[in-house]
């Protein structure tokens, strides 16, 4: 199986821009999950969407948002872009055979190298 | 309230040496424990995991110990080599939020030859 795919790989924005990224999980994998990276904070859980429906969301501010489309693939989109939001966007896929909250094992992709000047 | 707590920031050892990196949790109602390996521009891949109803699970060279009542775990990398070297980030999740994985702040893991 094709593993976890994001586009683009690099960006440059200026500060005020927004922008959206994308996300294609694993072929048959339910759950996407976006984690923002920087050195300083580390690895920062954003949100994960299920069945087109966000069901967890991390401690970042509404500029950050997403959604998932009937094929899984997800979109996470910053509005208003700060200095701060320069980092490495990362989603990872998980398998999730239905509803029920059983932990099974995250994928990540290589990440979007976002850069605000 | 940082949840994971990971150590040693940094770690150097040589070929054929033991890696060792521990973590440490707060929340009781974790019950998966993962390990990722990244390397410089990629994304962190899954190197192995443990859930808390065994206490050591080895696949190859690396082996994660799990000690539920410490509510600690770490990984050992037994004869580490140059190409082991990266960063080593611990985890874990909850089946009550299933897609959110906490991560530790990470190791950077030099092996000389």
Redesign the interface.
Known sequence: KAG?TQTPRYLIKTRGQQVTLSCSPISGHR???W?QQTPGQ??Q?LF???SETQ??K?NFPGRFSGRQFSNSRSEMNVSTLELGDSALY?C?S?F?PGAQ???????????TRLTVT | QQQVKQSPQSLIVQKGGISIINCAYENTAF??F?W?QQFP??????LI?IRPDVSEKKEGRFTISFNKSAKQFSLHIMDSQPGDSATY?C?A??????????????TTLTVKP
């Open positions: 976890v759950s996407v999950s984690y580390g690895l859980f994960e969407y299920f069901r967890n991390g990362l990872a998980s999730q909250l059983v932990t099974y094992e995250q994928y990540f992709g290589p990440g | 019950d998966y993962p990722y521009g990629k994304g962190p891949a899954l995991a980030f985890a999740r909850s089946n009550t939020n299933a897609g959110k994985s906490t991560f530790g702040d990470g």
